[in-house]
Nanobody, 120 residues
């Protein structure tokens, strides 16, 4: 069974940077751990979950409008981890950040989330 665990959240000041990690466990192998896509999403209090960045197996990246130019998705196959680098953080970036994997078009796996709080 594949599981995702996010870490790296915390309290930062506006303008600072943060890197989140998504650790992947279970039976995985191949390009992008065998998934057809992965991504980071976030959910602020009282708001719907929204896209931060998604990546398909062919490398196509899609960014949320509010974070475009400030986030970077990367991964390390040997460590079975993917990362979300966030720069120039703003108070409106405060949210719970989730890692998602898509083993197939019909399947989604989510992590439990990690809280990011940005103070002004």
């Amino acid at each position: 069974r594949v599981q995702l665990v996010e870490s790296g959240g915390g309290l930062v000041q506006a303008g600072e940077s943060l890197r989140l990690t998504c650790s992947i466990s279970g039976s995985i192998k191949g390009i992008m751990f065998g998934f057809i896509g992965m991504g980071w999403y976030r959910q602020a209090p009282g708001k719907q979950r929204e896209l931060v960045v998604s990546v398909s197996r062919d490398g196509t990246r899609t960014y949320g409008e509010s974070v475009k130019g400030r986030v970077t998705f990367s991964g390390d196959n040997d460590k079975k981890e993917v990362y979300l680098q966030m720069d120039d953080l703003k108070p409106e970036d405060t949210a719970v950040y989730y890692c998602k994997a898509r083993p197939s078009l019909r399947q989604e796996i989510w992590g439990q989330g990690t809280q990011v709080t940005v103070s002004s």
